[in-house]
């Protein structure tokens, strides 16, 4: 039987491959800094992993096939390694779209993915690169706002966006991981529509029944606010690519419906699922 190990076990997206290939009957091992904390479904092996203890690498990995990585680039030529010497088959990647952009390397949204990816390349491991775009579960950073009833302030509320729904990378990651239509490919996920951050806020508000006003700000004020909670080179980062994005529809790439033949989950049904993240207190 293939053994598993999925890295970033605690994220939506791990939880959902553990879940999937737990249903499908395969083995499969946990790993988090902290295992401990984990919840797995019954017969999922907790294992510790920490990038920066390439001295346990080795134990980690005995007995593993596959393993779906989450991107951090400290301590990956190690893992990269380790994983050939323990006969690792397949590494499946959770990169990020944003790779493929300008300047990836300097860019401080690109480069945490671009430098794990390179890596990966650069080993004899054989690689399946998931390359989504946002996630439709970003909006939950707007979930204290809509609560309180305040404005959501963007600088940018006209940026076009197509957001994936996680249980669709968990979907086509499973498949990645147990089929072998995706193995060896880097498609750049995305959701079935492009949507404003407007249209977005708009469809949260028919989902909750009630108004969301939405307020432009300069981009200074929006420096000010994101700086509050991020490193300033990310928060220009994301702040150019939204201004970008103001120019028209975002594309849209693979999704379900293409790569696995049923529809795209659409940021309507993410709404509707998740009304009580954004519910008055």
């Not at 010497?85 to 990020?96: D, R, W």
Request: hydrophobic share 45%; net charge negative.
């Amino acid at each position: 039987m293939t053994t598993t190990l999925v890295t970033g076990a605690r994220g939506k997206v791990g939880q959902g491959v553990i879940a999937r290939l737990r249903a499908a009957g395969h083995s499969v091992r946990a790993a988090s800094a902290h295992p401990a904390d984990l919840t797995v479904p019954d017969g999922v092996e907790r294992a510790e992993l920490a990038l920066d203890r390439p001295e346990a690498f080795g134990a980690v990995l005995r007995g593993v096939q596959q393993v779906f990585l989450y991107p951090q680039p400290a301590g990956i030529h190690a893992f990269a390694e380790a994983a050939e010497a323990a006969g690792v088959e397949h590494v499946v990647l959770l990169s990020s779209s944003s790779v493929l952009g300008p300047d990836a390397e300097n860019d401080p949204l690109a480069s945490h993915s671009l430098l794990v990816e390179r890596a990966l390349a650069d080993s004899g491991l054989n690689c399946t690169f998931l390359r989504p775009d946002a996630f439709t579960s970003n909006s939950l950073g707007w979930a204290y706002f809509v609560g309180q009833g305040l404005p959501i302030q963007l600088a940018h509320p006209d940026a076009h966006i197509a957001p994936i729904h996680p249980e669709d990378l968990a979907d086509i990651a499973a498949e990645a991981l147990t089929g072998s239509s995706l193995t060896g490919s880097a498609p750049t996920l995305t959701g079935p529509e492009s949507l404003t951050f407007r249209e977005q806020l708009a469809v949260l508000a028919e989902a909750l029944g009630r108004e969301i006003p939405v307020e432009r700000i300069s981009r200074a004020e929006a420096e000010e606010q994101m700086g509050r909670h991020m490193p300033a080179p990310v928060v220009t980062s994301l702040l150019n690519l939204w201004e970008a994005a103001t120019r028209g529809p975002a594309p849209v790439h693979d999704t379900t419906l293409t790569l696995l033949g049923h529809p795209a989950r659409t940021y309507h049904q993410w709404a509707r699922e998740n009304t009580a993240a954004f519910a008055r207190p």
